[in-house]
């Protein structure tokens, strides 16, 4: 069964860049027709899905976020990462990897999230 | 974006209670209507896929149904461990939006 661990910094300063990665052991970020997406959790937004990548690198992102986010595969190390730049209070959120089976199924696998505050 | 609109809020029940809790589309997402479970510090947690479908572990009291823009969850005999936070999420388009949410709280 597949499982994914998210890990970075938990603090992050306003303007500055937001970077996550998130881990996937029990299944390959390669193969497959696997999903893999960064969604995040505040108090003011509820669940906000961010974007997500497929294999090969095709992406796609929420529009309300695409010109600040990116989200890259390291097929090496089995993991895949989030970039969010130019961070806001409203970035704070607890930040969660997870996966879908295609393009238009549930979420079935996810992190265990990571609390994100911006904050100087 | 399509809007989801989940209802109540939040929702008070005894164990052994069955309890509905409604999620309607802004517009039609076809069957492509999830909903998931969370509990406090916990990642949200898959219980119904394509608006009836168990996933798998997830007991049969459980049940969703609806198509197009208006869907349910039901959970009949609560039980002491399902008093959570639920979420609709709909899977039909990008962005992917989830409901805001409704608490199922003990009475």
């Known amino acids: 069964q597949v499982q994914l661990q998210e890990s970075g910094p938990g603090v992050v300063k306003p303007s500055q860049t937001l970077s996550l990665t998130c881990n996937v052991s029990?299944?390959?970020?390669?193969?497959?027709?696997?999903?893999w997406s960064w969604v995040r959790q505040s108090a003011g937004k509820g669940l906000e899905w961010i974007g997500r990548?497929?294999?090969?690198?095709?992406?796609k992102y929420n529009p309300s976020l695409e010109t600040r986010v990116t989200i890259v595969a390291d097929a090496a190390k089995n993991q895949f990462s989030l970039k969010l730049s130019s961070v806001t209070d409203a970035d704070t959120a607890v930040y969660y990897c997870?996966?879908?089976?295609?393009?238009?199924?549930?979420?079935?696998?996810w992190g265990q999230g990571i609390l994100v505050t911006v904050s100087s | 974006d399509i809007q989801m609109t989940q209802s109540p809020s939040s929702l008070s029940a005894s164990v052994g209670d069955s309890v509905t809790i409604t999620c309607r589309a802004s517009?039609?997402?076809?069957?492509?209507l999830n909903w998931y479970q969370q509990k406090p510090g916990r990642a949200p947690h898959l219980l119904i896929y394509?608006?009836?479908n168990l996933h798998r572990g997830v007991p049969s009291r459980f049940t969703g149904s609806g198509v197009g823009t208006d869907f349910t969850l039901t959970i009949s005999s609560l039980q002491p461990e399902d008093f959570a936070t639920y979420y609709c999420?709909?899977?039909?388009?990008?962005?992917?939006?989830f409901g805001q949410g409704t608490n199922l709280e003990i009475k």
């Open positions: 997870a996966r879908a089976l295609s393009a238009a199924r549930p979420f079935d696998s």
């Open positions: 029990g299944g390959s970020i390669s193969s497959g027709s696997n999903y």
């Open positions: 990548m497929y294999s090969g690198g095709i992406t």
């Open positions: 517009q039609n997402i076809g069957p492509y």
């Open positions: 394509t608006a009836s």
């Open positions: 999420q709909q899977s039909d388009t990008i962005p992917y939006i």
